[in-house]
């Protein structure tokens, strides 16, 4: 149940470039165990794992199996760090084929876009199941879990009733602020709150990641058992010791020697969402004041036969942190063929997983040579346990590396562009302004052309 660092970036980086980074690191070390660095007030997640209160937890058992009694489809409507971690975790822990799967509650997603097809197709299909919804929001006004929590309000009072509908819906948000702890209390719904000091990207284990967890029947003790022994195993600033901050600093290191790009890669499809979870961590908490290596993800070998041309031989502007899982849940013998029609004969006998482990290592040695520096992570096994692990150590390697970095990991100012000029454009009362100022710029840019 750990995630290991078993491949360090040799030859790209040595162990001395390394070891000269310790100052460094015993700096951003005190700043987050001191609690002293810029965005100080956001340092929550680091207790998650081993203070939270026993009666939050046994609350959230108590609702989620009442729903999971009463609802087959549970509707989780969140955006960014509001639903990436409960996706990432059911696609880990759940069945690798998920359109076969044939669960007792389906967990499905809303609010992450502003898709009028999603949304339609969405709730056009909801009759044929029993349904409750967990809308989660920290700040209770975001957009686009709004509008979703619009239509799935109305469609759940229509079909329950007022009464019934209030005990299918759970509302995880701020203990006071925002248009959705105020909704949650006038109906009467049942509220779980997100700390004011845990951010949306960091809050896998808050009641946003771990309720709708629970309902869908992930050992929930388990995620943060392991995510309680990643906090203990990663406490010391000693980077020989403490593989999420040599981790944070061979980022750093790659990024000063040219690198842009980091890609997230796994050999496993279960993985897929985390490498979403992770992409959101690192790039809102380092993509800021012109900074930040731009994290992506490849899903390999899939990705091998259209992205991996460009790995091998694109432009050198990027490395690879790779994912190996050493135990995957199932093993799987190859078998002979009589006629070796196929020509695969000589893998007879072999599992599944040293062919795919076969095709990591052959992977690695020819993204060396095409120059691209590596990094490798083992991690034990698709448990929760581990998964746990996991969370916790890329949240506390993200903070450590964005202190490196000298930027704030815990603020997303660069967000709110894209939400002024749309609430602009919409005509959202309080932005006149500003949408006066948007269509003249658009005029002047047509008057420009012409
Ligand atoms: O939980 P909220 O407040 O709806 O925010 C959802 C997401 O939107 C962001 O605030 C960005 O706008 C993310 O940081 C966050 O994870």
């Keep these: 149940m750990r995630l290991r660092l078993s491949h360090r970036a040799q030859p790209f980086v040595s162990e001395r470039e390394l070891m000269n980074m310790q100052p460094f690191i015993d700096a951003a070390h005190q700043l987050v165990t001191q609690r002293s660095g810029v965005g100080r007030d ?40 509001s639903y990436l971690g409960t996706r990432a975790a059911l696609h880990l822990l759940g069945h690798a084929v998920p359109e076969l799967a044939a669960p007792s509650l389906r967990v499905v997603y809303a609010g992450h876009n502003m898709s009028a097809t999603y949304l339609s197709e969405l709730l056009a299909d909801l009759d044929r199941y029993d349904v409750a919804v967990n809308v989660i929001s920290k700040s209770g006004t975001t957009t686009e879990p709004a509008l979703a929590f619009r ?48 951010g949306g990207r960091y809050s896998v284990l808050t009641p946003v990641g771990l309720f709708p967890l629970a309902v869908a029947g992930v050992d929930i003790d388990a995620l943060l058992a392991g995510a309680r022994r990643a906090k203990q195993e990663l406490s010391e600033s000693d980077v020989s010791k403490n593989d999420a901050y040599a981790y944070a600093a061979l980022r750093n290191i790659l990024l000063r020697k040219g690198c842009a790009i980091e890609a ?34 490849l899903d390999f070998s899939t990705d091998l036969h259209s992205m991996g041309q460009y790995v091998q031989e694109g432009a050198r502007i990027l490395f690879e942190s790779v994912v190996r899982v050493k135990s995957p849940r199932h093993a799987l013998t190859i078998p002979e063929l009589a006629s070796d029609a196929d020509g695969l004969n000589y893998l007879a006998g072999q599992s599944v997983q040293h062919v795919n482990d076969t095709a990591l290592r052959a992977t690695m040695l020819a993204h060396e040579d095409g120059r691209v520096p590596q990094v490798l992570f083992e991690m034990d096994d698709m448990s929760e346990q581990s998964l746990g692990y996991l969370f916790y150590f890329f949240e506390l390697s ?49 008057n420009a052309r012409e």
């Design 151 to 198: 239509f799935l309000q109305a469609y759940m009072e229509k079909r329950y009733g007022k009464e019934d509908a209030a005990t299918r819906i759970v509302a995880t948000t701020d203990r006071a602020n925002g248009a959705l702890v105020a909704m949650a209390r006038a109906s009467a719904y049942a509220t779980f709150v997100i700390p004011d000091d845990v």
């Design 398 to 446: 993200c903070a450590i590396s964005g202190y490196l970095l000298g930027v704030n990991p815990f603020d997303q100012p660069g967000v709110e562009a894209y939400k002024k000029n749309m609430f602009a454009l919409l005509g959202k009362p309080g932005f006149e302004a500003e949408r006066a100022r948007l269509l003249s710029a658009r005029e002047e840019t047509r």
């Design 42 to 81: 956001f340092l929550g997640w680091i207790d998650l794992p081993d203070q939270q209160s026993t009666e939050m937890i046994a609350a959230m058992k108590k609702k989620a199996s009442e729903i999971a009694q009463k609802a087959n489809v549970l509707v989780v409507i969140g955006i960014g760090g």
């Design 264 to 297: 997230f890669v796994s050999y496993e499809p279960g993985i897929h969402y985390i490498a979403e979870w992770w992409k959101q961590l690192f790039g809102e908490s380092e993509g800021k004041d012109g900074r930040g290596l731009f994290p992506t993800s």
